[in-house]
C-alpha cells in the first residue's frame, strides 16, 4: 500500500506540475488553479504513503532466513525455474557479475543520483566481481549454506543514506546477530531451491529486512517504497542472470549472456 501511495502521489505531481505549465482538458487540468490542486493532493498522497508505519511481521519457519531474522518490517520474494543441479544453481548465485544483470547499471546510476547531487563520491562498481560476494568493511557476510539447498547472506548499514551510508565491519554470523546499532538497518538475502520434478528446480530469493529503531525505520520506510520497483526489477534481472549462467554451464555453453 504504501508503494502504491507514494507512485500514485509522484503521478500526480507530475501530472499537475505539467497542467501548471499548460493547463489542458486532455489532461483533465483546463485552469492552473485545478492543476496546483491535483499538485498538492499528489504532494500528500505520497508524503503519506512514506510515512506510513512498518509492522512488524514473524515468521517461524525452518529455512536459513526464519533462524537468522524470525522477525522483520520488510520483505519482498520473487523466484525463477531453473533447468540445472543444484549445485551449479548455488554456484551461479554466488558467482553471478554486475556485468552480467541487465540493468543495473542504470539502476545503481539512479541510485546514486542524490549523492552526485551533493557532490559526494559514489565508488564504482566492481563489474568482474561477483555480486554477492562479502569483503571486510562493506557489511555483507555469509550466514550459512545448506550444500545444494540453500544460501543466505546478511547485510547492515545505513542504506537510505545518499551515498548509501556507513557499513560495518561484520566478520561473521555471530557478529551480524550481535549487531543491535539504531542507525544501521539489518537485511538479510535468503535463496532456496525447490524440486519440480525432470531436472527443473525453483530458485526462491526472499529480502528481509529489520529496523530496531522507530526512527530509522520511518527513513527506511520512505527509502524503501521509493525504491521498490527499482529493487524489485534488480532482483529479477538478477535471478534471470543466475538462469542463463546455471543453465548456460550445464549445457556446457559459455554462462555469459551475448
Do not use: C
Not at 557489511?139 to 547472506?153: A, H, K, M
Not at 548499514?157 to 551510508?165: D, N, V, Y
Amino acid at each position: 500500500m504504501g508503494v502504491v501511495l507514494v507512485y500514485g502521489g509522484l503521478l500526480a505531481t507530475a501530472l499537475g506540475f505539467v497542467s501548471m505549465v499548460r493547463p489542458t482538458r486532455r489532461l483533465g487540468n483546463p485552469t492552473r488553479r485545478r492543476a496546483a490542486l491535483v499538485l498538492v493532493l499528489g504532494l500528500g498522497v505520497g508524503f503519506a504513503g512514506a510515512a506510513l508505519p512498518a509492522l512488524v511481521r514473524r515468521s517461524a519457519g525452518s529455512r536459513l532466513i526464519d533462524r537468522f531474522m524470525p522477525e522483520y518490517h520488510f520483505n519482498e520474494v520473487h523466484s525463477v525455474r531453473i533447468q540445472a543441479p543444484p549445485h551449479r544453481i548455488l554456484r551461479a548465485v554466488q558467482a553471478v557479475t554486475p556485468r552480467e544483470v541487465r540493468w543495473l547499471h542504470t539502476l545503481v546510476w539512479i541510485r546514486s543520483l542524490p549523492a552526485r547531487i551533493l557532490g559526494r563520491t559514489v565508488a564504482p562498481t566492481g563489474m568482474a566481481k561477483p555480486l554477492l560476494g562479502s569483503e571486510p568493511g562493506t557489511g555483507s557476510v555469509r550466514l550459512g549454506e545448506v550444500p545444494d539447498r540453500e544460501l543466505l547472506i546478511g547485510l547492515a548499514g545505513s542504506f537510505w543514506k545518499p551515498a548509501g551510508g556507513p557499513r560495518p565491519r561484520i566478520e561473521g554470523p555471530q557478529e551480524f546477530l550481535d549487531l543491535d546499532r539504531p542507525d544501521y538497518a539489518k537485511a538479510t538475502m535468503g535463496f532456496w531451491l525447490q524440486d519440480e520434478g525432470a531436472g527443473w528446480y525453483r530458485l526462491t530469493t526472499e529480502t528481509r529486512v529489520f529496523t530496531a529503531d522507530a526512527s530509522t525505520r520511518r527513513a527506511f520506510a520512505a527509502y524503501w517504497r521509493l525504491i521498490y520497483p527499482g529493487s524489485a526489477l534488480l532482483r529479477r534481472t538478477f535471478l534471470a542472470a543466475v538462469k542463463r549462467r546455471a543453465e548456460g554451464a550445464s549445457s556446457g555453453t559459455s554462462p555469459l549472456p551475448g
